[in-house]
């Protein structure tokens, strides 16, 4: 039988639910999906395609639940100062500079620099998500965006009708496109009123889609809510009936125990994204207390406005290190969790649960091949922890999107990545000037 691509020679860690890692193993696409794992000698090389990669590691593509991939324009530029001040500041620059035409440099840029690092699907909210979407596309990676939701004209001017056409529009052109999950984004319950909210959720339940809001990022967006609407900012979603399984909440960092059980109850998941509520001193989210609760928890960078840059190794490190000197308890997140958090419990919130996060027969062939020819991978007893504790985004070697290459030795084979960067450099000094004086 001939496959279209073998893999072989591959030390094969599956994120499956067993936690099963396979040494000289190989692995066989056909039509994109994976239709057989096993040793090399039984999978053989019978194949269109046959990639030998040395005994390096195979594992999923990452997924990353929360990001603003075109706000890597702005990397750098607003420091040292907490969200609110700090937003006012990012959407002055946001404001002078993005039209549909630089949020597609922006998210070219950004996603870009994502699957470089081995991220295969990425949840991203921000302005004009039509052109994130394409260039998702072109780059060949998985992206889940839709419509953006925010009182008042935005960055992109957008009156409440315009949303609602906007992201009706989005349903209508990606709707059952094999690389782009649409969705609804309305950006918060401090910047998004009730009705705007049901409104953003009721076109998303028409679709059958996802629906994604920041959510208890800071202690002062909980206390502006409690203010307006006499209730916590996880009640309140609840009590507007906003959370389900369709539901991924970026931060959650400022919720109690009540508020644990309502996710848990809800099946809603959380976007854990350490490095930016660091950065930003927003707080360290009960990420402990979340998982034993059974809310189902996984992991965004962010934006590289926030957190410098798009790196989900550091992510996945932090989440798993973080909250163990947090809790003075050294199982805090165990590592089995952790690779859950950018596998398994990623897919599951982006609804594909049954076609993403593991590398098993039957699912879809997103995967990346992690070199350990280097320094930091030798000796390697465990390569579950050499992936969560000792990983770089540099060791990522090549990556597969539904069988196809899409990163070959390091090197995008979707664009040219080098005319982005001169873009973005002769774009820099208006950005710089967005925010002087």
């Given at each position: 039988m001939t496959a279209d691509l ?244 970026a931060h959650c960092v400022w ?125 390697m007893f465990d390569p579950l ?53």
């Open positions: 073998i893999v072989t020679n591959a030390t094969l860690v599956t994120a499956d639910a067993a936690g099963t890692v396979l040494h000289g193993a190989a692995l066989a696409v056909e039509g994109g999906r994976i239709v057989r794992i096993g040793s090399a000698g039984e999978i053989g090389t019978a194949a269109r395609d046959v990639h030998d990669i040395g005994g390096a590691i195979l594992m999923p593509g990452l997924i990353n639940t929360h990001c603003h991939a075109a706000d890597s324009l702005f990397r750098g530029l607003v420091e040292d100062l907490a969200l609110e001040p700090w937003l006012q500041t990012v959407w002055k620059a946001e404001g002078a500079i993005l039209t549909p035409q630089t949020v597609r440099l922006g998210a070219a840029l950004g996603l870009a620099e994502l699957l470089l690092g081995g991220v295969t699907s990425v949840m991203d909210m921000f302005w004009y998500p039509r052109q994130t979407a394409l260039a998702g596309i072109e780059l060949g990676m998985r992206v889940a965006t839709g419509g953006i939701f925010i009182d008042g004209p935005g960055v992109d001017g957008g009156s409440p009708e315009q949303r609602i056409a906007d992201a009706t529009a989005f349903f209508d052109e990606f709707g059952g496109h094999e690389l782009i999950l649409p969705g609804t984004f309305p950006h918060g319950t401090y910047t998004v009123a009730p009705e705007s909210m049901r409104t953003s959720r009721d076109l998303a339940d028409r679709h059958d889609a996802l629906w994604s809001t920041h959510a208890a990022e800071t202690r002062a967006e909980v206390a502006d809510i409690s203010a307006r609407y006499g209730r916590s900012v996880i009640r309140h979603l609840d009590q507007l009936g906003l959370l389900d399984t369709r539901t991924v909440l919720i109690d125990d009540e508020e644990i059980a309502i996710l848990a109850r809800s099946g809603a998941s959380v976007a854990h994204n350490p490095v930016s509520n660091l950065k930003l001193a927003s707080g360290i989210a009960r990420i402990p207390a979340m998982l034993a609760a059974g809310v189902r928890v996984t992991l965004g960078t962010d934006g590289a406005i926030s957190g410098n840059d798009l790196d989900m190794w550091l992510a996945l490190r932090l989440a798993a290190t973080l909250h163990k000197g947090f809790t003075l308890q050294a199982d805090a997140v165990t590592t089995g969790q952790a690779l859950k958090m950018v596998t398994q419990a990623g897919a599951d919130a982006l609804g594909v649960g049954d076609r993403l996060g593991s590398l098993e027969p039957g699912k879809l062939a997103d995967m990346i091949v992690i070199d350990i020819d280097r320094p930091h991978a030798v000796p922890t050499h992936i969560i504790y000792s990983c770089t985004k540099s060791d990522v070697r090549d990556v597969y999107v539904g069988g196809r290459q899409v990163v070959r030795n390091r090197e995008l084979t979707g664009i040219d990545l080098g005319g982005v960067l001169k873009e973005v450099s002769a774009l820099a000094p208006s950005i710089a000037r967005s925010i002087a004086g």
